[in-house]
C-alpha cells in the first residue's frame, strides 16, 4: 500500500469540533487531544489526522480509527469493541495477521465492518486494531476462519508514518 500525502492542510474548526464530538462519543474523552489538527490526504483512499504533527488518527471512509501509538497504554477492556486472543496467536498478530476465530478467548460488542481493538489474554495490552467480518455475536459461534482483517499494528506503514 503506497503512503505518500497527496494533500496536507490544517482543518477549520468547525472540523474540529466535528471530530472531537466523534471522537468522545465513539472513543472516550481520554482520546480527546489537545493541538494542533492537519488532515494528510494519502496516495491510497486513506486519510492521517496529525495532531501537532504527531499522527493520530486514521480516517477510512466513515470510520476514525486511533493509532496505537496513543491506545496502546490503556487496557483493552477500557473499549466496548474489542476481542482478546489466547498468548499462542500473539507473535502471529503482532506480525499483521489477521485474526482467527479460535484464537479468541473473550469478546465486546461490535457490527460487521467497524474497527476492533485486539488485546492479549495476560496483559490486556492492545496489540492491533482489525476491521470486523462479522458482528460480535456472529464471531462468538464462529468455531474457524478469519474474523478480523488486520489494518494497524506495531510496526507497519501507519505506526511509521512520518510528515
Do not use: Q
Amino acid at each position: 500500500m503506497e503512503w505518500k500525502i497527496k494533500k496536507r492542510h490544517s482543518l477549520k474548526k468547525s472540523e474540529i469540533k466535528k471530530l472531537k464530538e466523534y471522537i468522545k462519543e465513539n472513543l472516550g474523552e481520554d482520546l480527546v487531544l489537545d493541538g494542533e489538527y492537519e488532515k494528510c490526504e494519502l496516495s491510497n483512499r486513506w486519510k492521517i489526522v496529525l495532531v501537532d504533527k504527531i499522527p493520530s488518527f486514521l480516517v477510512l471512509e466513515d470510520m476514525i480509527i486511533p493509532s496505537l501509538k496513543i491506545v496502546m497504554e490503556r487496557n483493552i477492556k477500557d473499549f466496548k469493541n474489542y476481542v482478546v486472543i489466547d498468548m499462542g496467536a500473539v507473535p502471529y498478530i503482532a506480525n499483521g495477521a489477521d485474526v482467527m476465530a479460535p484464537g479468541i478467548v473473550e469478546i465486546g460488542e461490535f457490527e460487521k465492518n467497524k474497527f476492533v481493538f485486539v488485546g492479549d489474554e495476560k496483559n490486556g495490552k492492545i496489540l492491533s486494531i482489525g476491521i470486523s467480518l462479522s458482528g460480535s455475536k456472529e464471531i462468538s459461534e464462529k468455531k474457524e476462519g478469519k474474523v478480523i482483517k488486520t489494518i494497524h499494528y506495531v510496526g507497519d506503514k501507519f505506526w511509521n508514518f512520518e510528515v
